[in-house]
């Protein structure tokens, strides 16, 4: 099995040589494989990919939105973190209040026609900045739904009660590091219609060996160009912050993904990034006065040596 950085690379070039075409909800049409298991030591550095850069303060503003158990992109705009706007868009230009200029089909329309785009650019600017400064606004089209940070942190059981997944954990983490039960789950088939997009990153679990904490998820789906590396740093830093709580050294970072998948228009720039040599992972520096993972900010994340390749854009289907 391959380890670290290679362990990605040598997934994307799996997917191009063994992947089924298939289409898929966006219509842009993707090259797949079900079933693939990486593996990364986080004793060896934080795994952000250095063949492309990779936002790391995206990446751990989006998970510190989901400790706080939010499910509004006003936080995220807040920390000027764009990633889930388009969903948020999505529901507003769609929406009967909406009476500004035709945005259907935004996503795509925005990457072929440049007039476009710039209509869309100014339409999107408006509605961040109303989500920034209108309150009533921001909490009809800046939610999302029910979405990670409401399955962490309160979970609705059949009986009424609210579930805090995230802080169960830790507990058993805590108290009893043995048990087979440290899992936390993303994935309630009763909110999946609610839900802007249905969690990729389904479910999580913990497992406590010789002083290390070592976490394993199975993603659903993953878009291996855009949103893969995300997660790989994301459950990472979370590993990471939950050892720090628990008193616990990291261990093994284990990602397993159901449909793996690239975007055909995606497939120019996966060969680019392979054609590039790995560089050795940085290290993430906590700042040893936060106590409780649901303490931290921003400014108590460091990342030390993160000397990756240029960035390669492209397209989000959404």
Known sequence: MKHGENAYLGLLQHVLENGTKKMDRTGTGTVSVFGYQMRFNLSEGIPL???????????????????????????????????????AFKNWVES????????????NRSQKDPDFNELYQAEMDKFKDRILEDDEFASKYGELGPVYGKQWRAWESSRGETIDQLKNVINQIKNNPDSRRHLVVGYNPGDVEFMALPPCHSLFQF??????????????????????????????LL?????????????????TIGDAHIYTNHIEQVNLQLSREPRPFPTLKLNPAVESVFDFEMDDLE????????????????
């Open 303 to 318: 990342i030390v040596g993160y000397e990756p390749h240029p960035s390669i854009k492209a397209p989000v289907a959404v």
């Open 49 to 87: 990919l250095t063949t492309k850069r990779v936002p790391f303060r995206l990446i751990a503003s989006e998970l510190l939105w989901f400790i706080k158990g939010d499910t509004n992109i006003r936080y995220l705009l807040k920390n000027n973190n764009n990633i889930w706007n388009e969903w």
């Open 207 to 236: 497992y406590v060996a010789e002083g290390k904490l070592s976490c394993q998820l199975y993603q659903r789906s993953g878009d291996l160009f855009l949103g893969i590396p995300f997660n790989i740093a994301s459950y990472a």
């Open 239 to 255: 590993t990471h912050l939950i050892a720090f709580e628990c008193a616990l050294e990291v261990g093994d970072f284990i990602h």
């Open 96 to 107: 009967n209040e909406y009476d500004g200029p035709d945005m259907t089909d935004f996503g």
